[in-house]
């Protein structure tokens, strides 16, 4: 049920979504962006494979960093302000890793790279999450999704376009364009009203309010957030252990760790290879293949945007997640029985097809939207961080660990492996994702604090 302080949304809030989730779009450029640019920039710098595994996964190292500064820094900063620093530090890294003389420089810049991909991770969705209504907010923070695939196809587009030329550093450079204007339109946004009035600035959160409200009385609004954050107790870390925090935390715990070790990134850093390894000889037609998948998943964000605030979080997850284990089982199906040896390539796209769709409807939008809804807001800032820093630990792990793990396990034990740990994550979301579709962040704050399992 919406909350009884609903109310109608002016054009604000939807250009406050758009430029918010521009942080997301350049979390996929720059994640993204390696895969092409790595080809010159081996060849140029004669890198050896450990290096060329450096220059990769440093932007990882430099993301967990980053969201551990971004939640020290939000409480007292804000989400615009920081928002507005993931643009500076974007833009900063564009222009050098563009100009990086050495790879030494070069790795540098796409740490720095990773710190404003760190924060821009968990920043924009907060930030969307605080500004809009309950009613739409699954939508508008799946927005931010749709941003990151969006971001990571456009610079498979620019790779692919820019490689006749060999040209790594204008890849790096053109993601400037978009921190740029990220940072002059966050300059023009108000802040989260839900931060302001942590902070005490109760007339300003009015003032923006009602920017962002169609209805003139919005003290009901304020009242909600005011006595919710009257009960909380502690805010930040010391916040994190207090026994109504502890549910939240174990669920977007499960929420991050599953939604790496089910392996997403090794297909979105590695789906040539995986196509490759399937049978599809020319390179071309693998990256095409690869670069396909990610138009797949980008049309199925948009039935999430569609299905989050109708069906509910649940059932989009629970079914998503089945859905990752049916492609994952199909996709060693396709590596293991030598019955299917003719048509493996066929059978193995087939796997990932299913198995990016479904990630694309659930755990990949889920698992930001919950995070940004299911803390208490004295928390919010230090408890997203701390998810966010284990999701990109996480990420780091399973990509530094794919090759060797194919080498070891093969390639059906490496899929059917991930297929196992996504069984776990469905046992767990069963019994413990919460339900938090149209209940505002104040309703879901308060359930916490009556200490019922999360689905009651
Ligand atoms: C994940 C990223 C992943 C991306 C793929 C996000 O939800 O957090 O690790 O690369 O989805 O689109």
């Not at 969201?67 to 222009?95: D, E, P, Y």
């Not at 019955?339 to 939008?365: D, E, M, N, R, T």
């Not at 990109?392 to 793990?405: E, K, R």
């Amino acid at each position: 049920m919406p909350g009884k302080t609903e109310t109608g949304l002016r054009g604000l809030v939807y250009f406050a979504v758009g430029v918010a989730a521009l942080g997301g779009l350049l979390f996929g450029y720059d994640t993204g962006v390696i895969s092409g640019a790595i080809l010159f920039i081996t060849k140029q710098f004669s890198l050896s494979a450990s290096m060329e595994e450096i220059v990769v996964s440093s932007v990882l190292v430099g993301a967990a960093v980053g969201a551990a500064l971004g939640g020290a820094l939000t409480n007292r900063f804000g989400r615009r302000k920081l928002i507005i620093l993931a643009g500076i530090i974007f833009t900063l890294s564009a222009i050098g890793t563009a100009l990086a003389p050495t790879v030494s420089l070069l790795i540098v810049g796409r740490i720095v790279s990773g710190l404003g991909i760190g924060v821009a991770s968990f920043i924009s969705p907060m930030y969307i999450a605080e500004v809009v209504p309950a009613k739409v907010r699954g939508a508008l923070v799946a927005v931010n999704m749709l941003a990151i695939t969006t971001g990571i196809v456009a610079a498979y587009l620019v790779d692919y376009a820019l490689s006749g030329i060999e040209g790594w550093r204008y890849m790096f450079g053109l993601g400037a364009i978009p921190a740029v204007i990220l940072i002059i339109a966050m300059w023009k946004l108000p802040d989260s009203p839900r931060w302001l009035i942590s902070t005490s600035r109760v007339k300003q959160a009015k003032v923006v309010l009602k920017s962002l409200r169609t209805v003139s009385d919005i003290d009901p609004e304020i009242a909600d957030i005011q006595q919710s954050m009257a009960k909380q107790g502690a805010g930040g870390i010391a916040g994190l252990l207090r026994p109504s925090v502890r549910m939240p935390m174990i669920v977007g715990i499960g929420l991050a760790v599953f939604q790496q070790i089910t392996g997403i990134n090794t297909v979105m850093y590695y789906s040539p290879t995986i196509l490759k390894f399937a049978g599809i000889e020319n390179t071309g037609t693998a990256i095409l293949a690869g670069a396909g998948l990610t138009g797949v998943m980008w049309c199925f964000h948009v039935l999430a945007i569609f299905m989050l605030d109708r069906v509910g979080r649940r059932p989009l997850l629970l079914a998503g997640v089945a859905g990752q284990i049916v492609g994952l089982a199909i996709l060693g199906a396709a590596f293991e029985f030598q019955q299917l040896a003719s048509f493996k390539s066929y059978v193995a796209i087939g796997g990932l097809v299913i198995y990016v769709s479904c990630f694309a409807f659930g755990l990949g939008p889920i698992f930001w939207l919950m995070i940004s809804e299911i803390y208490p807001l004295k928390v919010r800032g230090a408890a997203m961080s701390a998810v966010t820093v284990i999701n990109w630990i996480t990420n780091l792990g399973v990509a530094v660990t794919f090759l060797s793990l194919v080498k070891v396990l093969g390639h059906a034990g490496t899929f059917w492996l991930y297929g196992v740990t996504a069984v776990g994550a469905w046992i767990f979301f069963y019994r413990l994702a919460p339900e938090t579709k149209g209940k505002t962040l104040e309703q879901i704050e308060a359930h916490w604090r009556t200490g019922k399992p999360a689905q009651a």
